[in-house]
Structure formats: structure tokens, C-alpha cells
């Protein structure tokens, strides 16, 4: 804890939304439950909008302000506060500087930020880079974890060289336009086209013929030039937490189900954006149906995967259940903080609150302050 903190007596928190990505309305969804949640006796917040074209403002949104509404998604305006910016120069570390009116007057110093960026320059270790170098402690994963787990690519190839199950996949560069026949031929159908580097399933489509792929892909690309096409993997789909304490250890969460089967009359329906936070098509079972030693199987990968790509602070993994065991989908490094997201509520059946994941998430940031992780 800084000097400064220990004067006012309280942490001082930025939380940091919004930003450049697709997933921007999301962003500003967590943030407002995580302005909600965090403990004013212990935490001062500082709120940081950063609007789709990337002007940082500082705001004094309220949590209502910050929700889903009539279908409506929130947004962060030029006009929603005051023009800031964070100086990448330690010596200033913790402050937000005025960039119009008072140009320079330091508008607010913080002790640590909470970036709660989902997706394309926030989540992929663009922000992370920036309060490395500023010197600002942040909750989450560093630069390199946040960039690996934000490239589907690339974590696949860091979970395999750890000799974890994961689907079978092709990429697609800016540059490739068609998926080989022998790639088909092994992949199969359905097949699932996403950007590499998004999520809250934006820009996904499922695909079970392959004339679809050309308008799959092109759907796909709207929000990354990288594309990668997963074969469809049988099973149940299953979550899990990891949360590192501010006294290095790493736990899992209780495991949590997604069932989407079936869901809004269609069978071939999967966990879209609008299954996730439109239209309650999902069923989420939390603790999940599953036999103890599958739940501690799911445990012990999870932690392993998080390890796997260097992570820190906290990542939702992703799994399938399937016949012949777990398989590995994805790690989310800023996994969603609404109000049915799956993060908080495995941790919940887990035994620790929403309020008391935040603080800890928080110490664990001050606990390893600046510097190479």
C-alpha cells in the first residue's frame, strides 16, 4: 500500500471500461457490478470510460447507468466525462492528467487499476503494457499471459506443448481464404468460425455445411482479420475459476455448467451473445452435475492451464465434458464480472462473496506491485 493510500485510508481503484473492442457494451456491464460490489469502506473508485475509439474520460457513472436496459447496450461518450490520459512515465505513476481545459492538472492518482477491458486492445496485454510501464499495479495477468490467452491460436499451441487436450483446429491468416479438403475431411462438421481474438462469441457462427464457410469467415473477420475454425467437440460445456491470493496461492472454483441445448426452439443452438446476455436462453447449473473426481479432474486443469500460460491474478477456463474425458477450450484472462456471469458465481458456491473476490483480486495486484512478474 502506497503512502498515499495510507493517508486517505482507503485503496484508491481505477476501474477502467469500455474500450475499442466489440465486446465494449460488456465491458461497461461489468464494470458497473464491479462498482457495485466493491467495498466502500475499504475502496475509493476512481471510474475511467474509454470510448469505441479509444478517448479515455473520467466519468462518474453509476452502476444503473452501466446495465443492459430494454435491450439497450451502454456506451462510453466523449460527452460521459472529462478528457484524461495516464502518463506512461513512472515518476507520475498513479496519476490521471487533465489532455483539455487545466491540460496536465493531475485529475485523480490512483494506487491500482482495475482493467475491466474485454477483448482487442484491453484484454490482450495492449493496457498491461501501459501501466507496466507507467508503474501502476493492475489486477490481472501481465503482458504476455493476456496476450496468449486473448489468441485462440496461441493458447491451443501453449495448452498442447503442456500436453493438455485440446479440439482439433485450423487458422486462417489475413492472407488464406479457403480451408483445405484434408483439413475438412479431419475437422468435420459442424465446424465453429471465430475471430482469434475476440469473445463473449461475437463474430462466431456455427457452420454444418461447408458452402456457409465463405460468409462464416467474412462474418468473423468484421472483428479480426485472423480466423480460426474449431471442429465441433460432443459434451457438455463446463467452467471453472482460477483466483491467485495475495499470498501467491492459486486455487480453482467449484465447477459450473452451461446447458444451451435446444434453446429458443433450435437445436443446433450454441452460447451466443444474445444466449449470454439478451435473452436468458441459457440454463446455468453452478456447483454442475458432475461426479467429485470429474469436478476435481476439471480443478486440477484448470489450474494447470492457468500455469501453462503464465497467468496471474485470475482466468476463466473453459472445458467440454466429453466421453473420453475433459478437452480444453479456451482461457479467459478478464473473464465477464455481470450479474450472471459465470466467474463470480462459481466462486459464490465456492464460499467467497462477490465483495470479498473483488478485495482479494485487488490485494493480490498491490501485493505484487510493479516490476517483472
Known amino acids: 500500500m502506497t503512502s498515499s493510500t ?11 471500461y469500455g474500450g475499442r473492442s466489440s465486446e465494449h457494451a460488456i465491458s461497461c456491464v461489468s464494470a458497473g457490478s464491479i462498482l457495485r ?5 475499504r475502496f475509493e473508485v476512481v471510474a475511467v470510460g474509454i470510448t469505441p475509439d479509444g478517448s479515455w474520460v473520467l466519468t462518474d457513472a453509476r452502476p444503473e447507468s452501466l446495465a443492459i436496459a430494454d435491450g439497450r447496450l451502454p456506451e462510453v461518450s466523449g460527452e460521459s466525462g472529462t478528457a484524461l490520459a495516464l502518463p506512461a512515465d513512472p515518476q507520475r505513476s498513479g496519476h490521471l492528467v487533465a489532455l483539455e481545459h487545466g491540460a496536465g492538472e493531475v485529475l485523480a492518482s490512483v494506487d491500482v487499476v482495475f482493467p475491466v477491458l474485454h ?14 510501464l507507467a508503474g501502476v499495479p493492475y489486477v490481472g495477468a501481465g503482458v504476455l499471459a493476456s496476450a496468449a490467452g486473448m489468441d485462440k491460436e496461441f493458447t491451443k499451441k501453449l495448452l498442447a506443448a503442456e500436453g493438455l487436450p485440446i479440439g482439433d483446429h485450423v487458422v486462417l491468416r489475413p492472407r488464406d481464404t479457403t480451408v483445405e479438403l484434408e483439413d475438412r475431411e479431419r475437422l468435420g462438421l459442424p465446424v465453429f468460425v471465430k475471430p482469434a481474438r475476440g469473445g463473449s462469441s461475437i463474430g462466431v457462427s456455427r457452420v454444418s455445411n461447408w458452402d456457409e464457410l465463405p460468409a462464416a ?11 480460426i475454425i474449431e471442429a465441433a467437440v460432443p459434451g457438455r460445456e463446463l467452467e471453472c475459476g482460477v483466483l491467485e491470493f495475495p499470498d501467491g496461492r492459486i486455487e480453482a472454483s467449484t465447477v459450473g455448467e452451461i446447458r444451451v441445448a435446444g434453446v429458443r426452439g433450435r437445436e443446433d443452438a450454441f452460447y451466443d451473445f444474445a444466449t449470454k446476455y439478451l435473452d436468458d436462453g441459457a440454463e446455468l447449473d453452478v456447483p454442475a452435475k458432475v ?20 497467468c496471474q491474478g485470475l482466468a476463466r477456463v473453459d472445458f467440454f465434458l466429453t466421453d473420453d474425458g475433459p478437452v480444453l477450450n479456451e482461457i479467459n484472462t478478464m473473464p465477464g464480472f455481470t450479474t450472471i456471469s459465470m466467474y463470480p458465481r462459481m466462486w459464490a458456491a465456492s464460499g467467497i462473496d462477490y465483495p470479498t473476490l473483488l478485495a482479494a ?7 505484487r506491485g510493479t516490476g517483472l512478474r
Open 6 to 16: 495510507a493517508s486517505r485510508g482507503r485503496v484508491r481503484v481505477a476501474v477502467v
Open 37 to 41: 460490489n466493491l467495498d466502500p469502506e
Open 119 to 132: 477483448g482487442p486492445y484491453g484484454e490482450d496485454g495492449t493496457i498491461q503494457g501501459l501501466l507496466e
Open 291 to 310: 461426479a467429485d473426481d470429474v469436478a476435481d479432474e476439471i480443478r486440477q486443469l484448470a489450474i494447470r492451464a492457468f500455469e501453462a500460460i503464465d
Open 217 to 227: 469467415v467474412a462474418y468473423a473477420r468484421q472483428h479480426d482479420p485472423k480466423v
Open 361 to 367: 483480486m485487488v490485494d493480490t495486484a498491490l501485493a
